[in-house]
């Protein structure tokens, strides 16, 4: 019995002997502490292009006693348009009825109805060298209402391609000075981003009367394609 004992009491002290020795021993599997030194920063860029396609809206508006005789004598002014825009060389495909309205005229005092007015617009898509015909075509066949050009660039995959890379060669510039002016050594491209591109919003022809005699000029001119990025480079 007293045998049995002295055995379990020196078990008992080697184990708690290798319970503090691993307590000590230091852990090979952690991992080490290190830091990474980063800079992000914004990069801009942009291309110019040339505008190829001009959109317009032409519209016409029509009065009547009747809410029918509005839509009626509505319906053939916008199809006399339509027909004319298509005389000018407009596909189908190109001409989107993008509005009609119908609505009550009313007297002064605003209790009685005194007629209707009914109104329809048409979003025509063309070249740029054909839109001045254009206009001229659909104001000849009675439009009283055109708003435009928007002019557009088909593609734009060239240009923003020139001014993303101009983004990229601009946020480099800018890591590059701020690592310098930091004491630091710039590393390579840890993380890239295209943050998306831009384009000037629509450039207002404005609304006319229905008084052209000739083919209004349009011109091209240039749009700027703009492209940003965020990259994060490392730095030591």
Known sequence: MTRLRYVL???GVVL???????????????AANTSTT??????????????????FDFGVTTNAAT??????????????????LKNAGVDSSDIQTSEVSLWPQTSNDGTTITGYQASNTVTVTAPVAKSGDLVDAAVGAGANNVDGPNLSVSDQSAAYAAA??????DAQSKA?????????????????SDDGSTTPGPIA????????????????GTQQVQASVTVTYSAS
């Open 176 to 192: 590059q000075a701020i690592a310098s002016a930091s004491g630091l050594t710039l590393g390579g491209i840890v993380h890239i």
């Open 205 to 220: 022809y404005g609304a006319m009367d229905a008084v052209a005699k000739a083919a209004p000029p349009i011109e091209a």
């Open 9 to 11: 009491l020196i078990s």
């Open 164 to 169: 993303t890379k101009q983004a990229v060669a």
């Open 67 to 84: 809410a029918s005789e509005a839509l009626s004598k509505n319906a053939q002014q916008a199809q006399a348009i339509i027909d004319a």
């Open 38 to 55: 980063t800079i992000t920063v914004s990069g801009n860029g942009t291309a110019n292009a040339t505008p190829d396609k001009a959109s």
């Open 16 to 30: 708690v002997a290798a319970a503090i020795a691993g307590v000590a021993q230091p852990s090979k599997g952690g």
